[in-house]
């Protein structure tokens, strides 16, 4: 039971991700015949709920790796399992956050990490058929990091209104200055590890 244990907060997180997806969209009045019908106290209390899912399933990123290497449980499917549900916990977040409203200072980040994301999955796809390996940085690692920290504290700042928060500029305005500069900072990072990604798959179908 304890060794399938990675692979279940792997699975849970997937889960979990789409909830939260569900919730932003609902929230932003994208589901048909739900969203109708909320309350304002309903809408903030889903983008709450919403909030607390990304920090949890983030949360589960982290420990679903070491616990796997700590009870040695490292599985062909907990491996295939980890970086899907990195990816579709950082698309939901990133397609929920546009969900909420015009956000001019978020699109070309959150959009250029998107395109790494899809462009580094095909590299993989292709050369795994060509038997080549692109294994995890440690610089790729960061980078999952710096994106997580940035969605969740762009989440935090969208939702500002529904966890009653003060609007003094005084308070509000370094939050979304820490947001928007982690944002952009792990936009970088994931473009520099893109194009390493990149160069290295170049080489190998070189050879």
Do not use: C
């Amino acid at each position: 039971m304890m060794k399938s244990l990675p692979n279940i907060l792997s699975t849970g997180r997937l889960i979990l991700t789409v909830f939260m997806f569900v919730a932003l969209a609902a929230a932003a009045g994208g589901v048909p015949y739900v969203s109708e019908t909320l309350t304002p106290d309903t809408q903030f209390a889903l983008q709450r709920f919403a909030f607390w899912a990304f920090v949890i399933a983030a949360v589960t990123d982290y420990f679903d790796g070491w616990l796997a290497r700590k009870l040695d449980a490292v599985t062909v499917w907990g491996a295939i399992l980890d970086p899907i549900g990195d990816k579709v916990l950082v698309a939901g977040a990133i397609l929920g956050l546009m969900a909420l409203g015009p956000q001019p200072m978020v699109v070309l980040p959150v959009g250029l990490i998107l395109f790494r994301e899809f462009t580094v999955s095909a590299l993989r796809e292709v050369g795994a058929g060509r038997g080549i390996k692109l294994p995890v940085t440690l610089l790729a690692k960061w980078k999952t990091t710096l994106q997580l920290v940035g969605l969740g504290a762009e989440l935090l700042v969208a939702s500002w209104a529904a966890f009653q928060m003060p609007s003094d500029p005084a308070i509000q305005g370094p939050v979304t200055i820490f947001a928007h500069t982690v944002l952009w900072l792990a936009a970088l990072v994931t473009l520099i590890t893109g194009w390493q990604y990149w160069d290295q798959t170049r080489k190998a179908l070189a050879t």
